[in-house]
């Protein structure tokens, strides 16, 4: 890994980034909230698949720090698939209905379980 930094290539990958982060937060900010939660599903499923990409790369790594790297990489993805169906599940949650109270006679003695 000796070989230098091309000054052009940095510039150009800073401005993809830059790009589409600007992309991005314009166009998750339009997602109507209706559409969110199915959404953040697929996402969580994409990065289900970089985190099997990430134990890929880091099963072939060849240096201890390309190693700290993967488990890094590996890590932080995991915590954020699991917090990302964490999150879908609370969502999901607000449009399950809840019974009321006085609905079920089974508990208060006066149904056909009682």
């Known amino acids: 890994?000796?070989?230098?930094?091309d000054p052009q290539a940095l510039v150009d990958a800073l401005f993809i980034l830059v790009l589409?982060?600007?992309?991005?937060?314009?166009?998750?900010?339009?997602?109507?909230?209706?559409?969110?939660?199915?959404?953040?599903s697929g996402a969580n499923a994409v990065?289900?698949?970089?985190?099997?990409?990430?134990?890929i790369v880091t099963a072939t790594a060849d240096s201890p720090l390309q190693l700290a790297l993967g488990l890094v990489g590996v890590i932080l993805g995991t915590v954020?698939?699991?917090?990302?169906?964490?999150?879908?599940?609370?969502?999901?949650?607000?449009?399950?209905?809840?019974p009321d109270k006085g609905d079920n006679k089974a508990e208060d003695g006066k149904g056909p379980g009682a």
Do not use: C, Q, W
């Open 1 to 5: 890994m000796t070989e230098a930094l």
């Open 47 to 55: 990065h289900g698949v970089v985190v099997v990409g990430a134990i």
């Open 20 to 40: 589409t982060a600007f992309v991005g937060y314009e166009v998750v900010s339009k997602v109507p909230t209706m559409l969110h939660t199915p959404l953040m």
């Open 80 to 98: 954020n698939v699991v917090g990302g169906f964490v999150v879908t599940d609370r969502m999901l949650e607000m449009f399950r209905s809840r």
